[in-house]
């Protein structure tokens, strides 16, 4: 499963960068995604990464905003948030894509080993 950190209360214009950390399976053969959940609101894809060759892919609203990358020696993704927006509030995910390229948009039954999720509050 993965483990994310680095979630906090922000002021709208700032940055974070959140962190998941991979157990317990082969993290560098999966795409991996960072996705988000704000109150009463479906979850969504927020951005991913493939393996192997790195393509990403970002939902539009976070498009030059914020920027996910991978480490596989430390069997760790990133995202790098920047210019942060109130709308950016939520909980974010990480999971594995069981494929190695990424798919568009919110796909579930691609996603597994889910963590707990780190809280995202962005205020104006």
């Known amino acids: 499963e993965f483990e994310e950190s680095g979630g906090a209360s922000v002021q709208a214009g700032g940055s974070l960068r959140l962190s998941c950390t991979a157990s317990g399976f082969s993290f560098n053969i999966y795409a991996i995604g960072w996705f988000r959940q704000a109150p009463g609101k479906e979850r969504e894809a927020v951005a991913c990464i493939g393996a192997y060759d790195g393509t990403v892919v970002n939902a539009e609203p976070v498009k030059g905003r914020f920027f996910i990358s991978r480490d596989d020696a430390k069997n760790t993704a990133y995202l790098q948030m920047n210019d942060l927006k109130p709308e950016d509030t939520g909980v974010y995910y990480c999971?594995?894509?069981?494929?190695?390229?990424?798919?568009?948009?919110?796909?579930?039954?691609?996603?597994?080993?889910w963590g707990q999720g780190t809280q995202v509050t962005v205020s104006s």
């Open positions: 999971a594995a894509e069981i494929r190695t390229a990424c798919s568009s948009g919110y796909r579930p039954e691609l996603l597994r080993y």
